[in-house]
């Protein structure tokens, strides 16, 4: 599609982009629904479960980048810790490192916006006050945000440089994951922090039951870690713009414009006895709460960035969000630009900044990655078994028919 139609799109932003199936052929990558079982996880990786690209789903119209995920971003790493432990610990670590600097002395600018605030995300007070980023961005559970925020500040003490340093702004967010965990055991540990930070890479990131995802629901299903990726034409400034997502949230499930979830059996039901307690079910399709993390390597400012990541919220919403009255639902967005960043103590050096008008382009691609992103991480993860009861993966031999079948535009 040529740019000017793109933006004339994107006047329409609150409707659902298009879709494109590829042949029938891909239905053999669908996998069978998952049997139940205390250890049913153990034995089950997302290995042979594909992306949403994998299976012919395609979600909007602006390229992706090269990986399809936030690393198409240059600089930017992802690392995570998933912590299986026993039948009751299904929780996680996941960092995001903007640059492989001195993210301290060498800060991003950044904008936190704050779509529904139940939520526990650390350090969002001096972003929005100071507009720049000090520290990676961790993403965990909600009880582990507190002790996964400590690990952090202790990993960035003990770095060469900081011995005189007297205040740190750790950013740490989280959804909840007390279903398919002990909550309230509380496991993250600073291993596990320093375990997400000191193997990030810039190559393919892993989606799914993994890192912070690794107990999250989302729609009833089985939610986790997502990335996509947008690489806006020459003609538009050539930026890319890269999203992760933390999903454990609700509503009724849209896929490219499609609902499905109307046509899906009820995920509390899903593979239970008629006489499981209601203790023992999952979480209420409507409850839950979203992470999201936006990166671009485009000249922006704080204030550019808080544009940019209020069009995230618009991808949540194409998914059939319901953003319920107990959902924590965060986007923070960040800029790897070299000549956008900061020295400690010291204002950004003259920036050529785009012009709002520039920004249009860049309100599209976070729409339509955010969105995919999200599909990635339903798409991925596999079925999970843990502290209270079986989350089971989306069904996508009952998925995937449907979107076959939805008119094309």
Same mark, same amino acid.
């Given at each position: 599609?040529?740019?000017? #139609?793109?933006?004339?799109t ?5 409707? +659902?982009?298009?879709? +494109?199936?590829? !042949? ?17 996880? &153990? ?28 690393? %198409? ?46 939520? #526990? ?8 006050e ?16 507190? #002790? ?22 750790p ?8 279903f398919?965990? %002990?909550? &309230?055991?509380?496991?993250? &540990? ?44 020459d ?17 009724? $499930?849209v ?26 079910? !999952? ?15 485009? !000249?922006? %400012? ?24 107990? +959902? ?8 790897t630009?070299?000549? +956008? ?17 520039a ?35 989306? !069904? ?6 449907? $979107? &076959?079948?939805?008119p094309r535009?």
């Amino acid at each position: 599609m040529p740019l000017h #139609k793109a933006m004339a799109t994107a006047s329409l932003l609150v409707v +659902s982009m298009a879709v +494109s199936i590829f !042949p029938a052929s891909a239905q053999e990558n669908a996998p069978t629904r998952q049997p139940t079982g205390a250890a049913a996880d &153990r034995d089950r990786t997302a290995s042979g479960r594909p992306r949403a690209r994998d299976a012919g789903v395609v979600i909007g119209t602006l390229p992706i980048g090269p990986r399809n995920a936030i690393v %198409d971003v240059p600089g930017i790493a992802v690392g995570h810790a998933t912590i299986v432990e026993g039948d009751a610990i299904r929780t996680g670590v996941t960092a995001v490192i903007p640059h492989p600097g001195d993210l301290y002395r060498e800060r991003v600018p950044a904008a936190i916006h704050v779509a529904n605030g139940y939520g #526990k995300l650390l350090g969002v007070t001096q972003v929005r006050e100071l507009g720049e980023l000090e520290t990676p961005i961790l993403l965990t559970g909600t009880l582990g945000v507190w #002790k996964a925020a400590d690990a952090l500040v202790e990993w960035m003490l003990d770095k060469p440089g900081m011995a005189q340093v007297r205040s740190l702004n750790p950013v740490v967010g989280e959804t909840n994951d007390g279903f398919l965990s %002990d909550i &309230r055991a509380r496991p993250i &540990r600073p291993g596990h922090v320093r375990q997400a930070l000191e193997t990030a890479s810039a190559d393919n990131v892993e989606e799914g039951a993994v890192g912070a995802g690794t107990g999250t629901v989302a729609f009833g299903w089985k939610g986790g870690i997502g990335t996509s990726s947008r690489r806006l034409p020459d003609d538009a400034g050539g930026h890319t713009v890269g999203v992760l997502v933390q999903s454990n949230y609700g509503g009724e $499930l849209v896929i490219a414009g499609v609902p499905v979830g109307r046509a899906l059996p009820d995920p509390a039901g899903f593979g239970a006895s008629a006489g499981a307690a209601a203790a023992d079910r !999952p979480p209420a399709a409507g409850d839950g709460s979203i992470m999201i993390v936006v990166a671009t390597d485009a !000249p922006l %400012d704080a204030r550019l960035l808080q544009r940019l990541a209020r069009r995230a919220v618009i991808g949540l919403a194409r998914t059939g969000a319901s953003m319920s009255n107990g +959902s924590g639902d965060y986007v923070i967005a960040f800029s790897t630009a070299p000549e +956008s960043r900061m020295q400690a103590g010291t204002r950004a050096h003259r920036l050529q900044l785009l012009s709002n008008d520039a920004m249009d382009a860049l309100f599209l691609a976070v729409a339509e990655a955010t969105e995919e992103a999200i599909v990635n991480s339903l798409f991925r993860a596999h079925t999970v078994t843990g502290h209270r009861g079986t989350i089971h993966a989306l !069904p996508l031999e009952l998925v995937l028919p449907q $979107l &076959r079948a939805a008119p094309r535009p």
